[in-house]
């Protein structure tokens, strides 16, 4: 059974940072297309960050320059560097990963429990 834990979400003031980890445990043969995930009150859910299959980064317009995702394949963990914070990142961040238990196993789709991260004086 594969589990996926965030930490790093809390108050910061505007300008400050925040470094968010996922980290996942359990029958893992590989992690793929990592990314983070964002949803404020009464608004959907958007991509804030990913990697691609191909190792690239992709990023939310409002978050260019400021945000960066990054993964240790030894820990199994994927991270968002969040720099320069405004209050309108004021969200849940939640992790997204397609994990493969196998070889040759199908890829499932898997989110964290989501972090809160509130930006505030």
């Known amino acids: 059974q594969v589990q996926l834990v965030e930490s790093g979400g809390g108050l910061v003031q505007p300008g400050g940072s925040l470094r968010l980890s996922c980290k996942a445990s359990g029958s893992i043969f590989s992690i793929n297309a990592p990314g983070w995930y964002r949803q404020a009150p009464g608004k959907q859910r958007e991509l804030v960050a990913a990697?691609?299959?191909?190792?690239?980064?992709n990023y939310a317009d409002s978050v260019k320059g400021r945000f960066t995702i990054s993964r240790d394949n030894a820990k199994n963990t994927v991270y968002l560097q969040m720099n320069s914070l405004k209050p309108e990142d004021t969200a849940v961040y939640y992790c997204?990963?397609?994990?493969?238990?196998?070889?040759?196993?199908?890829?499932?789709?898997?989110w964290g429990q989501g972090t809160q991260v509130t930006v505030s004086s």
């Open positions: 997204n990963v397609r994990i493969a238990v196998a070889r040759y196993s199908h890829e499932s789709d898997y």
């Open positions: 990697i691609t299959s191909g190792g690239g980064t």
